[in-house]
């Protein structure tokens, strides 16, 4: 079956710029993970989605970083004026229910190169 | 503040060998631990778990164990083989069935050589 597809897989961006990176969940699964990974600070938590309840948006390190998620499926996380040190791997997770029990599935990651 | 500590950072075993990786936190409120294994160019998939009411959990030759009372786990990799060569990642959860997300700790780059 399908699993969590991220796009695009690389994007290669000018410092100042705006980028978006898509995220398509595993068809059911209602929670969906975004996670940053990159060499100084390993995986990291950023947003999180489940059903039609209010995202927890605790990790995101800056105000310049905005998620949404459409019908309960897709998501889309937003970098508005990107900085060099947003310059890491996004990567994407879903599962069937919210609870530590339910495996989180990951996508293949967006790398994002900020020059 | 790394909440979950994650040693040794690369690791190089022959094959045959055991394979062995330590985690340590901080926060007692973790109830869930899970490992994942990582390789180039594809994201965490998910190896094994354990909840901190069993000491040590099994499935074919990936064995977590877990001690509650020093607030650590280790993951063992029994016959090691080349194909095991990737990146394993410890991580926690609190379940509150709000936002169960993974605290990660930095990584262990495997090598297993011939």
């Known amino acids: 079956g399908a699993g969590v597809s991220q796009s695009p897989s690389n994007k290669v961006t000018e410092k100042g710029k705006d980028v978006e990176l898509r995220c398509d969940p595993i068809?059911?699964?209602?929670?969906l993970y975004w996670y940053r990974q990159s060499l100084g600070q390993g995986l990291e938590f950023l947003i999180y989605?489940?059903?039609?309840?209010?995202?927890?948006k605790s990790g995101l390190p800056s105000d310049r970083f905005s998620a949404e998620r459409t019908g309960g499926s897709v998501s889309t996380l937003t970098i508005q004026r990107t900085q060099q040190e947003d310059s890491a791997v996004y990567l994407c997770?879903?599962?069937?229910?919210?609870?530590?029990?339910?495996?989180?599935?990951f996508g293949p990651g967006t790398r994002l190169t900020v020059t | 503040q790394q909440q979950v500590k994650q040693s040794p950072q690369s690791l190089i075993v022959q094959k045959g060998g055991i394979s062995i990786i330590n985690c340590a936190y901080e926060?007692?409120?973790?109830?869930?631990f899970p490992w994942y294994q990582q390789f180039p160019g594809k994201g965490p998939a998910l190896l094994i778990a354990?909840?901190?009411?069993?000491s040590e959990k099994k499935e074919g030759r990936f064995t977590i164990s877990f001690n509650k009372s020093a607030k650590q786990f280790s993951l063992h990799i029994m016959d090691s083989q080349p194909g095991d060569s990737a990146t394993y990642f410890c991580?926690?959860?609190?379940?509150?069935?709000?936002?169960?997300?993974?605290?990660f700790g930095t990584g262990t780059r495997l090598t297993i050589i011939p």
């Open positions: 997770a879903s599962s069937s229910k919210p609870g530590a029990g339910y495996e989180q599935y």
């Open positions: 068809s059911g699964h209602t929670a």
């Open positions: 989605f489940q059903g039609n309840s209010a995202p927890d």
């Open positions: 926060n007692t409120a973790f109830d869930y």
């Open positions: 354990i909840r901190p009411d069993v």
């Open positions: 991580a926690a959860v609190i379940s509150n069935f709000g936002n169960e997300k993974l605290t």
